[in-house]
């Protein structure tokens, strides 16, 4: 097999990147980003692109800069108990407990129940999601073939109803852009850096690489800087689609308030956009706008999540995970999306900085010689302040704790308090680590007395 990729493969893998990260909830986010940010919209939007767009596909080159074949593997030069514990707990997240249920129920929430009566009973629901979880299992059962499949037939359809609405958008836009609303009054770019936490990508970069960088292994790719180089030139044509998607839904919602209102969630805004601009054919065509991107990302999902759970236990069949997962997904869908929402924002909050820090770790790891010190005091110290974070999120306020953070910490107020810690953190493990070394070089005796 040749070692040089060709590229229309690595357009082909482009577009599979952008269709696996780009799921209902980023969908829904900018429209509603740009509501709220008014004409403050480009610096919200900017700074909503480092963690919508940015993160994620550094997430990607990292996982192909460390060499390593999978999160685990990375995550143990913390720790091996970490690496089990940290992987295992995202997968979870990323997997059968959130993100994949979510799909199924954004789908049905906007793209079915705009059509049905109000009050309407459960079972609508349970018959879409059995649906919707079947074609999801379909496609990951061949695993294989998912670079064809979701680069080049599901992706493209995507883009073309995407592509409408915004296009039409961009030429006939619904009105003028209005002052700023709630947060973004102030400090935008950092209300927008925030936003884009909620879109989970940073942490499915991990999993998504993992089918990046194996499909581009099999293509021919055999070392390190060829693998990097052909993930980094299809990193930046996802990021160009991406950039240029969000940027438009942003400036879509933000054009929308002077007719439309402020409305309460991205769901609404694009329906209401998409009823101003195409009537009662705006619900259809948003409708299979929602179900194409989340069964993008619910088949990624399923696929990543049932390699590393067979992994992790190689006597149960892939198949068999597969199916189960889809069949637990279906059910865990049918709890409701707000409720689901409300379960998964603390564990999210809580995890999210630490696979942030995980990220810039990885390319810094030959700067401070790969010390597990490091690692260990970098996250330690993250993790403590992304924990109370993570309370916040369920409601449950520690007035005290949070007064001492904020005082001693900056942008703790705005959910970044743990990038200090995290850099500090580092040093003082790189400093244990120097002094373990001269430890053991003076007391050379009491280590043989130890063996």
Not at 123 to 142: A, D, E, G, Q, Y
Not at 215 to 226: H, L, N, R, S, V
Request: aromatic residues 12%; charged residues 10%.
């Amino acid at each position: 097999m040749s070692n040089k990729v060709p590229f229309s493969f690595i357009v082909v893998i482009g577009l599979m990147l952008f269709a696996l990260f780009f799921g209902a909830g980023n969908l829904i986010f900018p429209p509603m980003l740009g509501q709220s940010a008014g004409m403050n919209i480009w610096s919200a939007n900017a700074g909503f692109l480092v963690t919508g767009v940015g993160l994620p596909l550094l997430g990607v080159l990292a996982l192909g800069f460390s060499g390593k074949d999978d999160l685990q593997s990375l995550a143990s030069r913390v720790h091996p108990v970490f690496g089990i514990v940290f992987t295992t707990v995202l997968y979870l997240a990323i997997g059968p407990l959130f993100a994949m249920p979510r799909t199924g129920n954004v789908s049905f929430e906007i793209g079915v129940k705009p059509f049905l009566a109000e009050n309407s009973s459960p079972v609508p629901l349970l018959i879409f999601t059995i649906i919707f979880f079947s074609i999801t299992c379909f496609f990951s059962l061949n695993p294989a073939k998912i670079v064809e499949i979701v680069g080049k037939i599901l992706t493209p359809i995507k883009l073309t109803f995407i592509g409408i609405l915004v296009v039409v958008a961009f030429i006939h836009p619904i009105g003028d852009f209005q002052a700023p609303v709630k947060n973004y009054t102030v400090q935008p770019f950092f209300n927008g850096f925030k936003e884009g936490y909620l879109t989970m990508d940073t942490l499915a970069s991990f999993v998504f690489g993992i089918i990046i960088i194996n499909a581009i292994k099999e293509k021919g790719a055999k070392t390190k800087k060829q693998i990097l180089i052909v993930c980094g030139k299809a990193a930046g044509i996802a990021a160009i689609i991406l950039a240029t998607i969000y940027t438009a839904l942003s400036y879509m919602g933000a054009s929308s308030v002077e007719k439309l209102g402020l409305l309460d969630n991205g769901g609404t805004i694009l329906a209401k956009v998409s009823e101003y601009y195409f009537g009662s054919y705006g619900g259809i065509l948003l409708g299979l706008m929602i179900t194409i991107a989340c069964l993008t990302t619910s088949v990624g999902l399923v696929t990543s999540c049932s390699a590393f759970f067979h992994k992790l236990f190689p006597k149960v069949p892939y198949k068999t995970i597969a199916i189960s997962l889809s069949i637990f997904s279906a059910i865990v869908a049918n709890i409701g999306l707000t409720e689901l929402i409300a379960i998964s924002v603390p564990v999210l909050t809580a995890i999210y900085p630490l696979a942030i820090v995980l990220i810039f770790l990885t390319f810094f790891h030959s700067l401070f010689k790969g010390k597990a010190e490091v690692y260990q005091g970098s996250l330690l110290l993250t993790f403590i302040i992304s924990f109370f974070d993570g309370l916040n999120g369920a409601g449950i306020q520690l007035s005290s704790i949070n007064h001492f953070f904020n005082a001693i910490l900056p942008m703790y107020d705005v959910g970044l308090g743990w990038v200090i810690p995290a850099i500090v953190g580092g040093f003082i493990g790189y400093g244990i680590s120097i002094l373990r070394v001269k430890f053991r070089l003076n007391h050379p005796t009491r280590l043989i007395k130890q063996k």
